[in-house]
């Protein structure tokens, strides 16, 4: 697994794709996230970027890395920022982070994670991506 990569900032690089709020509906018995809620809310915001990249389906194919750096709790507002790290002929790998922000309080990585998608067409098969740029 690639290591957690520790910013030099305490605040996300590049805009957030996606922004929630954790509901008490999504809780374990301890009053925390379950982390399959998590993974499943970066999948999201993966594939958002993932699609526009693709200009149409995606699929999540492979979940590379996952780290979970605190618990999110009841009332955290997060954001879910992607960065695309490599693109092939009909796949991308997008590292997925979700930060923390407190109402009072300093911004946090709350988790991080590099999900790998792929292009399909109307049938579900793969595809080629319009354009594959440069690997990053």
């Known amino acids: 697994m690639p290591p957690y990569r520790q910013d030099s ?3 996300p690089r590049n805009a957030a794709v996606l922004q929630l709020q954790a509901q008490p509906g999504d809780t374990n018995v301890q009053g925390d996230m379950f982390g399959g809620w998590l993974v499943m809310q970066m999948d999201i915001a993966g594939s958002i970027t993932a699609r526009r990249l693709a ?3 995606v699929a999540t194919v492979a ?3 996952m780290v979970f750096l605190r618990p999110v709790r ?3 507002l997060m954001s879910f920022h992607t960065e695309v790290l490599q693109t092939g002929s009909s796949s991308v790998s997008i590292q997925v982070e979700v930060w923390l922000h407190p109402v009072a ?3 946090s990585k709350l988790t991080e994670g590099r999900f790998t ?3 399909i067409d109307g049938q579900g098969r793969t595809r080629p991506l319009p354009v594959a740029p440069a690997s990053q």
Do not use: E, K, L
């Open 74 to 76: 009841v009332g955290d």
């Open 55 to 57: 200009q149409g389906r």
């Open 105 to 107: 309080g300093q911004t």
């Open 63 to 65: 979940i590379d890395s």
């Open 117 to 119: 998608f792929v292009a």
């Open 9 to 11: 900032a305490p605040h």
